[in-house]
């Protein structure tokens, strides 16, 4: 089920390829220019009975609801609640250990904070306050000076930018909750959750929320289950802010629309259009990221364009051959990509079911990618 796709045809194309190639089972891809949209369209099954991936599916977006937690931090420093440079440890004592003191809010966002390590005790369904306090007694990384060597944080930081924003908030709501109301319904994304999701709207919702599969080849297919065992109702409600994201992906574009037009969509002021700039700024230019192997470039919570030209190609996570030097967003492990190019005034966000592999996963991102462009003739 889709509207009309007829001004993305090759990037269509690239998206049924995948299906042939045993890459994922469906997807859906969301694009609009100047505010207009030019696709919203989803293609191949959501679930291995073959129920139809639709554009109202609740698809898992994985790491790219990570600039989610960014908004969140900029929102309260526009209340005056914290600044970047604050170390964290001012406002969560007891984080302050195990060489951690001098690591800020900035480093957090620019993952040069030096505690990629999930604790060995923990489980992901774990209470929130089990979670954070042993993120908060993990060591330093070794050889590790924050700010001055990067290498991405899957979780362990993103936890601590929640309760960041738990301990901050004048209602002291939980990170989905401070989401849901201060970003997501604001923004009309009425259908999108990070964690934190009732049994009843579970139930509501049905055959509408997606899945993830790790091996679409295997009969039948393997879905993705990092909370093996747990049910599927207390999966969709456990909160991992830099990775429980799920909604249509269409609403994720309105985030990013939100952020091209100056923190501002459909008369709702979401962040100041400054604070979008700061955010989106490159922040960490030219560091080599020790998780991904790779140099990257980075604004505040966001993965902002390789500066270096050369280096765009081979990019982990990239937004393909003609995405402009002003271009940020963040991608999902092996199955998402959401991003804006302001030059071109264009959103993208798309996710593929299906997680292959990360080399045919880089391989299938800077295609979709890059057919977005060609097909909308900006290259």
């Known amino acids: 089920m889709s509207t009309d796709a007829s001004h993305l045809p090759h990037t269509v194309s690239e998206l049924h390829h995948g299906i042939e190639r045993g890459l994922h089972l469906g997807a859906q891809l969301y694009v609009s220019i100047a505010g ?7 293609v191949g099954a959501s679930r291995a009975d073959g129920t139809p991936l639709t554009t109202d599916t609740l698809n898992l977006w994985m790491s790219s609801v990570k600039p989610l937690a960014a908004v969140a931090v900029a929102q309260l420093v526009e209340r005056g609640k914290l600044s970047y440079d604050d170390r964290v440890a001012q406002h969560v004592p007891e984080f302050a250990v195990n060489g951690k003191d001098a690591i800020t809010v900035r480093h957090l966002l620019t993952h040069t904070g030096g505690f990629r390590q999930w604790p060995a005790k923990l489980e992901l369904d774990d209470r929130w306050d089990t979670i954070i306090q042993q993120i908060c007694a993990t060591r330093l990384e070794h050889d590790w000076t924050p700010g001055e060597k990067a290498g991405y944080h899957p979780r362990t930081s993103w936890f601590i930018l929640g309760e960041l924003a738990r301990r901050l908030d004048d209602h002291h709501r939980g990170f989905d909750r401070y989401a849901r109301e201060e970003i ?17 709207d579970y139930a509501a ?18 879905e993705h289950d990092p909370m093996e065992g747990v049910p599927d109702e ?16 269409r609403e994720l574009g309105r985030f990013y629309e939100m952020l091209m037009r100056g923190g501002e969509r459909d008369g709702s002021r979401v962040l100041r259009a400054e604070s979008i700039s700061e955010l989106t700024r490159p922040q960490r230019v030219g560091m080599y990221d020790h998780t991904f192997k790779h140099a990257m470039d980075w604004g505040l919570g966001f993965i902002v364009n390789l500066q270096d030209e050369k280096g765009r190609a081979t990019m982990p996570y990239g937004y393909g051959a ?3 030097s002003r271009t940020f967003g963040h991608s999902g492990a092996e199955s998402s990509c959401a991003f804006c190019d302001p030059e071109h ?23 979709i990618n890059t057919a977005i462009y060609e097909d909308l003739e900006i290259s």
């Open 345 to 367: 005034e264009l959103v993208v966000a798309w996710v593929c079911n299906g997680m292959p592999g990360d080399e045919q996963h880089q391989e299938r991102q800077r295609a």
């Open 36 to 42: 207009d949209v030019a696709a919203d369209v989803a």
């Open 234 to 249: 207390r999966k969709v409600a456990s909160v991992h802010p830099g990775a429980s994201g799920r909604g249509p992906v």
């Open 184 to 200: 997501f319904l604001p923004l009309g994304m009425n259908d999108c959750w990070v964690g934190g999701m009732p049994p009843e």
């Open 322 to 324: 003609h995405a402009s």
């Open 205 to 222: 919702y049905g055959a509408r929320i997606g899945a993830t599969f790790e091996d679409i080849l295997e009969d039948p297919p393997e």
